[in-house]
């Protein structure tokens, strides 16, 4: 049914964050696809001349009678919202009432329409309204017209020449247009967009089940296999833990308004994909990318030495929270919030990353293991300078079992190559593990559990430090003290170097700056066991098994990756195993 445009009470108007909403072409596509996205649109074309400065945007929404289509510019007219307290339970993208009169004071505004599912006969046809700068409708006529919205907008800031000229080149706000509309389409994956500019198609994005689909339409780097997609709900009891009185919740649950929380995550595996800046670190609540910056730095941190130096990751979070915990009035255009119970949602966030980072059996496909597999091994096996018999003893800390209990993978190990990568079975084809990083990833984790600093029986003396480098030991609560000319003597050490034969360089290569992130990684990496040792199946399984464990696996802390999949699925293409061979073959 449709709602009745209507002007809002003084009183509301007065505690809606004042501001102008128009400032620039991207405002324009912006305010105009949230109220096509509010009519329920499924298709959204929009057409862009930024040399004529005009704008068009058709829906195949709802639509607007001829009643509402007078009223849709008048200054804070909505359909959104009717009272103050509609305000503490906001579900709509729009609800201000001011794009369209600002349209009409900054342009010349011509909107057409028509009802998608008209009261009455006289209502089912299309109308089209031209306006004046006070928001007037100065001329109204019949047209033919599909259902839905066409919003014209020409000649933007025509009587304001000196606004034109502060504004971004028109490469920069077509670019603002074009992160508006990927931002949005993460938001909305069952819309269809396609974006003009002028006479030539320049953004097309399909509809899809899920954003996790949509991110490799917009960005051209990222393959639908880099991504790992999680959505989890937010049950009742979640939301007694948020200090939700249980009355507000089943008043909210009941209600035509967002009756559920829930966290949806859409990230880019730090092995395969991500970017020079911390560009594609995005956080929608409701339907609306916003910023948010205790959740981002969340992100980030939570994804810390995964990916490489000086590397960022590429992940999308979107939230639904229920309306009364969240204020749309920090900002005139809606792109900053207020939100309630940070720090529960921080939580679920690293918790939503972690479990997309785990190889768990819940995230990850599976799928039957076939005896090609197995023969393959066979052949390798016979033709082979390694075996791959499975005599694999259980480890004496029971992480197989703890692996199960988790409901991880399960990885087998079954050969050494070159005594670097360990060959791992895998339920859906093979893994090749690099032994080195795997165990310093284990390493690097158990460090950042426990940075553990021991005293020394014997002190280890250290030759020619600069002032700098004592400083450096000393930050690090390294105890180092004058052993005579141009010696010291370093009287406690990290647990994890202090028995070991290179502990005086470990110490060295401490000193040489870093904090202590990066004293814990030296630390980690020199104390994994090197590339060309010779490794048992039961050491290479334990190895596996504590891997697993770990909370961050697919990268070292340098943010290399660990291991190589080959799905038995490639394989079978790699080997062409599809092909038939007749009897012409003589077969």
């Not at 409708?137 to 907008?153: F, N, Q």
């Not at 502060?166 to 949005?184: C, D, E, K």
């Not at 007694?240 to 967002?258: A, C, M, P, V």
Request: proline share 4%; hydrophobic share 40%; aromatic share 6%.
């Amino acid at each position: 049914m449709q709602s009745k445009i209507q002007t809002l009470p003084k009183e509301v108007v007065n505690l809606i964050a004042a501001g102008e909403v128009i400032d620039s072409l991207a405002a324009v596509v912006r305010e105009l696809a949230e109220n096509s996205l509010d009519a329920g649109a499924t298709r959204i074309i929009i057409s862009i001349i930024s040399e004529q400065w005009r704008v068009q945007i058709s829906d195949n929404g709802m639509g607007m009678n001829l009643a509402n289509l007078k009223q849709a510019a008048n200054p804070h007219s909505t359909s959104k919202i009717t009272n103050l307290q509609d305000l503490t339970k906001i579900s709509s993208l729009g609800f201000r009432g001011e794009a369209l009169h600002s349209l009409a004071n900054l342009s010349k505004l011509e909107i057409l329409s028509r009802p998608k599912s008209p009261l009455s006969e006289n209502e089912n046809e299309g109308w089209r309204a031209v306006y004046n700068e006070q928001g007037k409708a100065v001329e109204t006529e019949r047209v033919a017209i599909a259902p839905g919205t066409i919003v014209k907008v020409y000649n933007l800031f025509g009587k304001w020449p000196v606004r034109r000229q502060g504004m971004p080149s028109s490469a920069q706000q077509m670019r603002g247009i074009q992160l508006i509309v990927q931002q949005i389409a993460l938001c909305y994956p069952d819309v269809t967009w396609q974006v003009w500019q002028g006479s030539k198609l320049w953004i097309k994005i399909s509809r899809s089940a899920t954003a996790k689909q949509i991110l490799p339409q917009v960005l051209s780097t990222v393959r639908l296999s880099d991504l790992q997609y999680i959505q989890q709900e937010i049950d009742e009891e979640k939301a007694e833990e948020l200090n939700i009185k249980t009355s507000n919740f089943s008043q909210y649950r009941d209600s035509q308004f967002l009756d559920r929380q829930s966290l949806e995550l859409v990230l880019g595996l730090p092995d395969r994909c991500h970017r020079r800046r911390p560009d594609w670190v995005k956080v929608a609540v409701n339907g609306r990318v916003v910023k948010v910056p205790e959740l981002e730095q969340k992100i980030i941190s939570s994804l810390a030495r995964t990916c490489p130096r000086y590397r960022y990751p590429i992940c999308f979070i979107h939230l639904q929270i229920f309306p009364y915990q969240i204020n749309w009035n920090r900002h005139p255009a809606k792109t900053e919030i207020y939100l309630d119970n940070l720090n529960f949602w921080q939580q679920q966030i690293n918790l939503a990353i972690g479990k997309a980072l785990q190889f768990n059996s819940e995230i990850m496909p599976e799928f039957p293991l076939s005896e090609r597999v197995e023969k393959i091994l066979k052949v390798s096996e016979n033709t082979g300078n390694y075996q791959t018999r499975r005599s694999i003893e259980v480890s004496p800390d029971n992480t197989e079992e703890e692996n199960q209990e988790l409901g991880l993978i399960e990885l087998k190990a079954i050969a050494q190559l070159h005594n670097t990568y360990i060959v791992a079975e895998h339920p859906s084809g093979i893994w090749l593990i690099e032994q080195h990083i795997a165990h310093e990833r284990i390493l690097y984790e158990k460090l950042c559990d426990a940075w553990q600093i021991i005293s020394l029986s014997t002190p280890i003396i250290l030759h020619n430090l600069s002032s700098a480098q004592i400083e450096q030991l000393q930050r690090l609560n390294i105890e180092v003290e004058t052993f005579g000319d141009l010696l010291w003597a370093a009287r406690t050490a990290p647990a994890m170097l202090a028995k070991r034969n290179d502990c005086a360089e470990a110490l060295i290569e401490l000193s040489k700056g870093g904090d202590l992130e990066s004293a814990k990684v030296a630390t980690s990496c020199r104390s994994a066991i090197r590339n060309g040792t010779v490794l048992s199946l039961p050491e290479m399984q334990s190895l596996l098994n504590k891997w697993q464990l770990t909370r961050n696996p697919r990268t070292c802390p340098h943010g290399r990756p660990i291991y190589l999949s080959l799905e038995e699925s490639a394989l079978a293409r790699f080997f062409r195993r599809n092909w038939v061979i007749g009897k012409s073959h003589g077969i």
